[in-house]
């Protein structure tokens, strides 16, 4: 039976032992170098009982790591997979079907209606409306005619586009975010687990006691009781065992954590910026308002959703949508022309009826001398019937109901620093910043704006946090030391990049994710410091001979009871409450 138990050891003990020391090899001392000196000792000494208990704690300690570690991040695969990757490019021959990566400076690349802009460049014919949300973040489409630059990976909404290449497919902005993500996944420094921090100090200790134990008695079996009372299941369960625990309350909550160093890392975070589009605001236009001049409101919406309807342009969705929403009537429109991207003009309801910009109206009517406007920071259509102005029409991206609560509760939580940063313009970013109480706040960004200001702060010493929803809040999800996704949508790429993702696209849920992080870390660390204290008070005794290898196997088995009865409390809210 002996034999047989030795041979159990051996067989399951080895391929720990050896992990071990290769780690050792490549400099890295973690918590289960006292692990394997036990291993080690009780197969010298012949006591094969405390070696397996040994070896059992941390096979069910790295099983428990495993299953909190997660799976790796897509994010740079996703965003390939998503670039342009044909164009048309134009010539003498009327043009041909060519892999972005043969485009040529100055190339003239005909984009159909529905394709991306295959590389930057600038429009040299025609004019249409471009969907740049995943570059900037922002909902409304891009209004471009000839003259005007245009970025790769914009989709042409409405009318095929001519553009004259001025950056190759390989230097055009959606391969700079391709990079950038590549670059922060791969410079990212790995966090320290909680148990090898710990063990940085109890290590050295043990195999100090270890060595005044000998030195006292020459007895090997006290030196192999100090070594398998010291293993530190402790180290290797208490963190594991919460951190799930702090997995399965997020996932009730709608948070979904990408792996366990993400609940340790979220807990530690003293700074967060926030962007603004789909993260602070709901991310789509919502017809905001209606300023009648000559006609009652209803009436102007009536007759501007009546032409509206069979247009596909977004902001023609926002107003017929918004009728229906009032229940108002369903007026059936003739004689409908569209510009596309400016405008559209018909009969409803027997009255001349035209919605479109500034521009459009008054090429329309030329004889038009004033159209009032206000409302700084809105987007603007407007509404004329029979000739005369009916009165604006006025969207904007509204605020996420909670999101003032939210910020507020980030300050209450002891975050130092809240910042907001965003590819909408500075004045508008201003104004919503203004209303949620952050005053640390910038526009105009781009994509690797938003990454190095994460680098700045990480380099000021701050542990940053990024909110984002979009491919162009990716390079900075990946390199802050916790990326926080919005993606109730399916924001795959941003969700790919991200650490931690909002499965409802609800910011409130941001600082729940933060106190469960908090809890966990705790917890973790209550479980760990109670842990090594009795198995500090236990190396004492049996260095001093009063504990057997057998019985202090035991008296770790019940200390790792303890430990993971603590840890399991992370899986409840405070006092059981969720």
Same mark, same amino acid.
């Given at each position: 039976?002996q ?7 051996v067989?399951? @003990?080895a ?6 020391l ?18 080690i ?5 012949g ?13 069910? +300690?790295? $099983?428990?790591?495993?299953r909190?570690? @997660?799976?790796a991040s897509r994010?740079?695969?996703l $965003?390939?997979q998503s ?7 134009l010539?003498?021959?009327g043009?041909?079907d060519?892999?972005v990566?043969e ?13 991306? #802009?295959p590389?930057d460049g ?5 004019s249409? !409306?471009?969907d740049?949300?995943s570059?900037?973040g922002?909902?409304?489409?891009a209004?471009v ?5 245009v970025?790769?990976?914009s ?7 001519t553009v ?5 497919a390989?230097?055009?902005q959606y391969?700079r %975010? ?11 420094a790995?966090?320290q687990r909680?148990?090898d ?18 030195l006292?008695s020459g007895?090997?079996l006290?030196?192999?009781s100090v070594?398998?009372v010291?293993t530190p299941c402790?180290?290797i369960?208490?963190t594991?065992?919460a951190v799930?625990g ?10 979904l954590?990408?792996d366990?160093g993400a609940?340790?890392r979220i807990?530690?975070?003293?700074a967060? %910026? ?9 991310g789509?236009?919502?017809?905001l ?17 009546a032409i509206?309807?069979?247009s596909?342009?977004?902001l ?7 009728a229906?929403?009032?229940g108002?009537?369903r007026?059936?429109?003739?004689d ?7 405008g559209?003009?018909g009969i409803?309801?027997?009255r001349?009826v035209?919605?479109?910009?500034l ?11 004033e159209?009032p406007?206000?409302g700084?920071?809105?987007? !603007?259509a407007h509404v004329?019937?029979d000739?005369?102005?009916g009165?604006p $029409?006025?969207w904007?991206d509204?605020?996420?109901p909670?999101?003032?609560?939210a ?10 620093r809240?910042?907001?940063?965003s590819?909408d313009s500075?004045e508008?970013?201003?104004?919503l ?12 960004q ?5 990454a190095?200001e994460?680098?700045?702060l990480?380099?000021e010493?701050h542990?940053? $946090?990024m909110v +984002? ?11 802050a030391r916790? @990326?926080?996704a919005l993606?109730?949508q399916?924001?795959g #790429?941003?969700?790919e990049?991200?650490?931690?993702v909002?499965?409802?696209?609800? #910011?409130?849920?941001l600082?729940l994710a933060i106190r469960?992080g908090r ?5 973790a660390?209550?479980?760990i410091?109670?842990g090594?204290g ?9 260095a001093?001979?009063?504990?057997p290898?057998i019985?202090?196997a035991?008296y ?7 430990? %993971?009865?603590n840890?399991?409390r992370a899986s409840?809210g405070p !006092?059981?409450a969720e």
């Amino acid at each position: 039976m002996q034999w047989l138990l030795m041979g159990l050891l051996v067989g399951l @003990g080895a391929p720990l032992v050896w992990r071990t020391l290769v780690g050792m090899a490549h400099g890295e001392f973690a918590a289960d170098v006292v692990a394997s000196l036990a291993i080690i000792a009780a197969v010298a000494l012949g006591q094969p009982i405390p070696g397996l208990v040994v070896v059992l704690m941390q096979r069910g +300690g790295e $099983l428990l790591e495993r299953r909190a570690a @997660g799976r790796a991040s897509r994010a740079v695969e996703l $965003l390939e997979q998503s670039a342009p990757r044909t164009a048309h490019r134009l010539g003498s021959g009327g043009g041909a079907d060519v892999n972005v990566d043969e485009l040529l400076l100055d190339d003239l690349v005909l984009v159909r209606p529905g394709a991306l #802009i295959p590389a930057d460049g600038v429009v040299e014919a025609g004019s249409s !409306h471009l969907d740049t949300a995943s570059l900037t973040g922002e909902p409304v489409p891009a209004r471009v005619q000839p003259g005007d630059q245009v970025a790769s990976g914009s989709i042409n909404q409405e009318s095929p586009l001519t553009v004259r290449i001025t950056a190759l497919a390989s230097e055009s902005q959606y391969a700079r %975010i391709v990079a950038l993500v590549r670059s922060a996944e791969a410079s990212k420094a790995p966090i320290q687990r909680l148990a090898d921090r710990a063990a940085v100090w109890f290590t050295p200790l043990t195999l100090l006691v270890a060595a005044v134990a000998w030195l006292m008695s020459g007895d090997p079996l006290r030196v192999l009781s100090v070594l398998v009372v010291a293993t530190p299941c402790p180290l290797i369960l208490a963190t594991p065992v919460a951190v799930i625990g702090g997995l399965n309350r997020a996932a009730r909550h709608g948070i979904l954590f990408r792996d366990g160093g993400a609940v340790e890392r979220i807990g530690e975070v003293d700074a967060v %910026i926030l962007d603004k589009t789909g993260t602070l605001t709901e991310g789509m236009p919502t017809l905001l308002d209606i300023r009648p001049l000559s006609l009652p409101a209803d009436e102007v919406l009536t007759l501007a959703a009546a032409i509206e309807r069979g247009s596909g342009h977004l902001l023609a969705r926002t107003v017929v949508s918004a009728a229906d929403h009032r229940g108002l009537p369903r007026l059936i429109p003739t004689d409908v022309r569209e510009t596309a991207g400016r405008g559209v003009r018909g009969i409803a309801g027997g009255r001349d009826v035209a919605v479109g910009s500034l521009a459009y109206v008054r090429a329309e009517f030329p004889d038009l001398t004033e159209l009032p406007v206000d409302g700084v920071g809105a987007v !603007h259509a407007h509404v004329m019937v029979d000739g005369q102005p009916g009165g604006p $029409l006025v969207w904007a991206d509204q605020l996420r109901p909670g999101a003032a609560e939210a910020v507020t509760e980030l300050r209450q939580l002891g975050v130092e620093r809240v910042a907001l940063r965003s590819g909408d313009s500075g004045e508008n970013s201003r104004i919503l910043a203004k209303s949620v109480g952050i005053t640390d706040v910038a526009g105009d960004q781009r994509p690797e704006d938003k990454a190095q200001e994460v680098e700045r702060l990480e380099a000021e010493g701050h542990r940053v $946090l990024m909110v +984002g929803d979009g491919t162009n809040d990716a390079p900075a999800l990946a390199t802050a030391r916790v @990326g926080v996704a919005l993606a109730a949508q399916g924001a795959g #790429i941003s969700a790919e990049a991200a650490d931690v993702v909002l499965l409802r696209d609800d #910011i409130a849920l941001l600082p729940l994710a933060i106190r469960i992080g908090r809890r966990t870390l705790r917890i973790a660390k209550q479980s760990i410091g109670v842990g090594l204290g009795l198995s500090g008070a236990a190396m004492i005794a049996a260095a001093l001979g009063y504990v057997p290898p057998i019985a202090g196997a035991l008296y770790q088995e019940a200390v790792d009871v303890a430990v %993971i009865l603590n840890a399991v409390r992370a899986s409840r809210g405070p !006092h059981g409450a969720e």
